[in-house]
């Protein structure tokens, strides 16, 4: 598409008529057909129906930059097919890669140069998907014994999510890129119409383990005679938010305890950017 083309498109969305030098005009790998980390997929059909629904949709940025009303608006799609590169599934890999734009202001400025520079590569994504399909026998919403991540008969048994019904968002994760991370999503039976399960993906995964990992760090800090080990094993029962009140608690300790502790704060900016991942 030429620049005129591309216009028309972003046109379709915008309140008045934006001219080339008022848009700033970006791409995004969406979501992809590879087997992720929690052994689920999107099939081939989903990326190309996921692609219809985002068309339209704004992507929202990290805490710093969503507050300040910044957000970018995807203005079409297309499912990209890289068949030299096969799946875990042994099938072609396939992304649906998104085409953004954000206005050319004075407050996108920093923005733009950030976009630009690299430095927010990864997207997370949230949808609904109406079905989840055994790749080993086909039976639907954990219906049959077979174990995700398991092989049988040479075969990786994971979960296909099929037949998206919307594209809530989709937003930035400002942490250094990682192949694949990101995706993350909300899976929602609609066939018995009041099950919601709340899917937590990898980076979600991540963030709570590094809060863990964080919370017992703190807690032997400032509590010598803490058996670590034991302490840890403790954390792996807690969710977030009793994890996110024990690691306030600590940390008030753990200032006290050390006046000028510079590593504490430094580990505070760069959670918050994995925090704005979970909370997709
Ligand atoms: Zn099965």
């Known amino acids: 598409m030429d620049i005129r083309e591309e216009l028309a498109c972003i046109n379709q969305f915008a309140k008045t008529e934006l001219t080339e030098e008022q848009v700033y005009v970006f791409s995004v790998r969406l979501c992809d057909n590879e087997v992720d980390r929690d052994f689920e997929r999107f099939d081939t059909a989903a990326l190309e129906r996921l692609g219809e629904l985002f068309v339209g949709k704004s992507g929202i940025f990290d805490h710093q930059w969503s507050a300040k009303g910044q ?26 890669k998104g085409w953004a734009y954000l206005l050319r202001t004075e407050k996108n400025r920093d923005l733009i140069a950030e976009i630009e520079g690299g430095i927010k590569k990864e997207v997370s994504v949230g949808c609904s998907m109406a079905r989840s ?56 039976q609609s066939g018995g119409g009041s099950a919601v399960l709340e899917k937590q993906a990898a980076l979600g995964r991540k963030y709570l383990t590094e809060l863990r990992r964080e919370v017992t760090r703190l807690a032997m800090l400032t509590d010598g005679d803490l058996d670590g080990q034991v302490f840890a094993k403790a954390m792996d029962r807690l969710e977030e938010p009793e994890l996110v009140e024990l690691k306030k608690a600590y940390e008030v300790r753990a200032a006290k305890k050390f006046p000028s502790a510079p590593q504490l704060r430094r580990k505070d900016a760069a959670e918050r950017s994995d925090e704005t991942v979970f909370l997709v």
């Not at 919403?141 to 995700?148: E, F, K, L, S, T």
């Open 71 to 96: 957000t970018a608006r995807i203005y079409r799609t297309e499912v990209v097919r890289e068949e030299a590169m096969v799946t875990a599934a042994g099938d072609g890999y396939c992304w649906l």
């Open 133 to 188: 399909v055994c790749s080993i026998c086909g039976a639907e919403n954990g219906a049959c014994g077979h174990v995700r991540g398991e092989t049988y008969d040479g075969r990786l048994c994971f979960t296909e999510l099929r037949e998206p019904q919307d594209a809530y968002e989709w937003s930035f994760v400002a942490v250094p890129a990682q192949r694949n991370a990101g995706v993350l999503k909300r899976f929602e």
